[in-house]
Nanobody
Framework: HVQLVESGGGSVQAGGSLKLSCAPS????????MGWFRQAPGKEREGVAR????????FYGDSVKGRFNITQDKRTRTTFLLMSSLKPEDTAMYFC?????????????????WGQGTQVTVS
C-alpha cells in the first residue's frame, strides 16, 4: 500500500517561491511515475507536473511551464515541486500522486495513489 505525504505549502506573496515535498511510505519499494496536481475551489483537478519512469522525463502543465520544476531524490524517493514566480491563480490545494512505472498519464484518473494535499495561497 503506497502512502504519500505532502508538505511545504503555505502563504506567499505574488512573485515568491515555495517548495513542496512528497514523501513516500516505507513500502515505497519500487519506482513510480510521480505527479503533482492542484485543485482550486469550484474548479477541476489540474495536472501541474509529472516525472515519468523509467527515464525521469518531466512534463509540465501549460500554466506553469518555465515557473515550476519537478525533481526527485532517488535515494529517499522524495519528489519535489519548486514553484517560482507564483501568481494568485496558483492558489489551490496541491496533491502528490503516484502510478506505476512505464505509464505517464497526464490526467488524474491515471493515478491510483494520492496524498492528502497541502494548501498553497498566493496573494
Amino acid at each position: 500500500h503506497v502512502q504519500l505525504v505532502e508538505s511545504g505549502g503555505g502563504s506567499v506573496q505574488a512573485g515568491g517561491s515555495l517548495k513542496l515535498s512528497c514523501a513516500p511510505s516505507e513500502s515505497f519499494d519500487r519506482t513510480y511515475t510521480m505527479g503533482w496536481f492542484r485543485q482550486a475551489p469550484g474548479k477541476e483537478r489540474e495536472g501541474v507536473a509529472r516525472i515519468c519512469t523509467p527515464g525521469g522525463t518531466p512534463f509540465y502543465g501549460d500554466s506553469v511551464k518555465g515557473r515550476f520544476n519537478i525533481t526527485q531524490d532517488k535515494r529517499t524517493r522524495t519528489t519535489f515541486l519548486l514553484m517560482s514566480s507564483l501568481k494568485p491563480e496558483d492558489t489551490a490545494m496541491y496533491f502528490c500522486a503516484a502510478t506505476y512505472i512505464n505509464s505517464c498519464p497526464r490526467t488524474s484518473d491515471g493515478y491510483p495513489f494520492w496524498g492528502q494535499g497541502t494548501q498553497v495561497t498566493v496573494s
